[in-house]
C-alpha cells in the first residue's frame, strides 16, 4: 500500500516565488501577473548547466516493477513526488542530451513539463533544457525552423507556450516574434462555419479534442500578454464549440472529434461525431481547460464560470471508468475488456488536471483519493526503473488519429518513454509537489 504523508515544507518553494511564476493556489489572469512575470529575467539564467551525456542509452532490461526505494542522483530515495518527476526528467535529458527535438507539439508537450517542474523545484538545469530546445529551432531573427503556417496545423502552435515563456523570463525579442508568426497562424487559420479552428488544412471541418489543447493556452497567453483583449471571446468560443459538438449525453464523455461535413469515413451520420471516447483526446481537452484558465481573465466571471462548470462536469464524468489500480485505459468506457488496456498518458493528464483544479478551486476536496489513487496507480504501474538507472515511462498510446471504430483504438501500439506520456508526467509530478505529498 502507497503511504501519503506530508512533504517536508523545505521542498517547497516560497510562496511569493511561485506567485512570480504562475504557480500561485488562486487564480491569475491580471496584466499585473504579466508584468511581474516580465522581472523574473533578474533570475541567474546566465549560462546553460550541461548534462551528461556520456550514460548508456542503449536498450536495458527494465526490473519488473518500479523501485520505489532506488535513490536519485542526489542520493533522496525516489519515493517523493519531487525525487521521482526529477529522476524522470534527468532521464529525458540523459537520453536526449542538450534539446529534446525539433518543432512540434511532442516536444512543446514535455517541455511544459519542464517548464512546470523547474517553477516548483528552481532546478536550473530544467530552465536551460526548455531553453536550449527553442534555441536550436528558433534563430536569433525568429524564425522557426520547420514551421510552415501555409499548413494550417494546430498541433504546430503548441511550442508556442515555451516561446512566451521563455520571453517573459529573458526579454529577449526573438521569442516574441517567433511568437507573432504563431498568432498570425491562428488569424489566418480556417474555422467551420461556427468559428471553431480546423484541426489540420489537411482535415477540413474536423475539429478534434487534441487541437484545443494545442492552440488554446498558446491564444489566450498571447491574447493577455500583449493586449488582444478581443481574442477572449474567441478562446471562449473553441473550448466551448467543442463540448458541444462532441459531447455525448448518455456518460458526459466526449467523442474524440466532430466532422461539420460529415464525409469522414468515422463522422456518424447523424451526430458526424467520431464513434469512440479515446482515453487521450479527453485528456488533452481537460489539460487545455486548467491552462486556458490560468490566463482566461478573472473580471470575465460567467465565461470562466462555463469553462469550470465544463471541467467540472468533464472530471465527475470520468471518475467511474477509473480502475480499481488508479488508471484509466485506452478507450475510456469499456474498462476491463480483453482487447482494451491501462493507458499511461491518459492516466497522467488526468492526474495534472485534477490536482491543478483542486489547488485552483475549481474542483472540490472531494476529488482527493481519486487523485491519491491516481498518482500511485500512474507510478506503481507505468514506471519502470532500469538496470542502468534511468527511468522509463511505459505503455503510452503511440501517435493516434480519429478512428473509426473500437478496434482501431485498441489496436495502437503502447510504447515506452514517448512524449505525449512524458510531458503530462511531469506536469502531474509538478502538481503533487505543490500538494506536499508522498507517493
Not at 488562486?26 to 546566465?46: E, N, P, W, Y
Not at 467543442?242 to 467523442?255: A, Q
Not at 486548467?290 to 464560470?305: G, H, K, N
Request: proline content about 3%; overall charge negative.
Amino acid at each position: 500500500m502507497n503511504r501519503l504523508i506530508k512533504l517536508p515544507k523545505t521542498l517547497l518553494v516560497a510562496a511569493p516565488l511561485l506567485v512570480l511564476l504562475g504557480c500561485s493556489g488562486t487564480d491569475t489572469g491580471s496584466s499585473s501577473s504579466v508584468v511581474a512575470t516580465l522581472t523574473s529575467a533578474s533570475l541567474a539564467h546566465s549560462s546553460l548547466a550541461s548534462v551528461s551525456s556520456s550514460s548508456s542509452v542503449s536498450s536495458v532490461s527494465p526490473v519488473s516493477s518500479f523501485n520505489s526505494s532506488a535513490s536519485s542522483s542526489a542520493g533522496e530515495p525516489l519515493t517523493s513526488a519531487q525525487s521521482v518527476a526529477l529522476k524522470m526528467a534527468e532521464s529525458i535529458m540523459t537520453r536526449n542530451p542538450n534539446s529534446y527535438g525539433g518543432w512540434n507539439y511532442e516536444t512543446g508537450t514535455v517541455l511544459r513539463g519542464f517548464e512546470e517542474l523547474y517553477k516548483v523545484t528552481q532546478d536550473v538545469r530544467l530552465f536551460n533544457y526548455v531553453k536550449s530546445t527553442v534555441d536550436s529551432v528558433v534563430s536569433a531573427s525568429g524564425a522557426i525552423n520547420g514551421f510552415k503556417e501555409s499548413d494550417y496545423n494546430i498541433d504546430e502552435v503548441k511550442q508556442g507556450t515555451s516561446l512566451l515563456y521563455l520571453y517573459s523570463v529573458t526579454g529577449e525579442e526573438r521569442y516574441k516574434q517567433a511568437a507573432d508568426a504563431l498568432r498570425n497562424q491562428l488569424a489566418n487559420h480556417p474555422r467551420t462555419h461556427d468559428g471553431g479552428f480546423w484541426h489540420k488544412n489537411k482535415y477540413p471541418w474536423q475539429m478534434w479534442l487534441d487541437g484545443l489543447y494545442m492552440g488554446q493556452p498558446f491564444y489566450v497567453q498571447y491574447s493577455l500578454m500583449f493586449a488582444e483583449t478581443s481574442n477572449f471571446d474567441d478562446v471562449y468560443k473553441q473550448l466551448t464549440l467543442m463540448e458541444k459538438h462532441s459531447l455525448d449525453p448518455k456518460t458526459g464523455l466526449l467523442y474524440h472529434a466532430w466532422d461539420e461535413s460529415g464525409d469522414s469515413s468515422w463522422a456518424n451520420a447523424t451526430t458526424h461525431q467520431s464513434p469512440v471516447f479515446w482515453g487521450r483526446s479527453i485528456g488533452w481537452y481537460v489539460m487545455a481547460l486548467v491552462d486556458v484558465l490560468d490566463y482566461f481573465p478573472v473580471e470575465r466571471t460567467e465565461q470562466r464560470q462555463v469553462l469550470i462548470d465544463v471541467l467540472q462536469h468533464q472530471i465527475a464524468a470520468l471518475a467511474p471508468f477509473q480502475d480499481e489500480d488508479g488508471v484509466w485505459w485506452q478507450v475510456t468506457d469499456r474498462v476491463g475488456d480483453s482487447a482494451n488496456w491501462q493507458e499511461s498518458s491518459a492516466t497522467a493528464m488526468y492526474v495534472y488536471a485534477v490536482a491543478k483544479g483542486m489547488r485552483k478551486g475549481y474542483l472540490g476536496q472531494e476529488h482527493t483519493a481519486m487523485l491519491n489513487k491516481g498518482w500511485a496507480g500512474l507510478n506503481r504501474l507505468f514506471v519502470v526503473q532500469n538496470t542502468n538507472d534511468l527511468l522509463t515511462l511505459t505503455q503510452t498510446c503511440e501517435g493516434t488519429g480519429v478512428g473509426s471504430s473500437y478496434s482501431f483504438y485498441v489496436g495502437r501500439r503502447a510504447v515506452d518513454n514517448d512524449h505525449k506520456g512524458l510531458g503530462p508526467y511531469l506536469l502531474a509530478g509538478a502538481e503533487m509537489i505543490l500538494r506536499g505529498v508522498y507517493q
